[in-house]
């Protein structure tokens, strides 16, 4: 069955870094755009990143720009999210996103939490 399960979040400083995995398996990995999206209590989920199937196209949100990096392993099935000078903003769960081509199908994982706190 399809399953995408996050791993790499935790407790960071603001200032420090972290790098978030997610491990696809279940379909066709290449074949799907993969994104990582975001959700704090109280608030909408929102995207953070965003990569093509071939990897060479990437899209962020503005509150993350110049400070994450998003990227795909086609090879090992596994898209990553490293993410670099955290603030105490970014503290959400985020959540591994797969969609493929029309008629889109899409998947979650499950969430992995992420804190940035003193």
């Known amino acids: 069955q399809v399953q995408l399960v996050e791993s790499g979040g935790g407790l960071v400083q603001p200032g420090g870094s972290l790098r978030l995995s997610c491990a696809a398996s279940g379909f066709t990995f290449s074949t799907y755009a993969m994104s990582w999206y975001r959700q704090a209590p109280g608030k909408e989920r929102e995207l953070v990143a965003s990569i093509s199937t071939s990897g060479l196209n990437t899209n962020y949100a503005d509150s993350v720009k110049g400070r994450f990096t998003i990227s795909r392993d086609n090879g090992a099935n596994t898209v990553s999210l490293q993410m670099n000078s955290l603030k105490p903003e970014d503290t959400a769960g985020y959540y591994c996103?797969?969609?493929?081509?029309?008629?889109?199908?899409?998947?979650w994982g499950q969430g992995t939490q992420v804190t940035v706190s003193l």
């Open positions: 996103n797969a969609i493929s081509p029309p008629p889109a199908r899409q998947y």
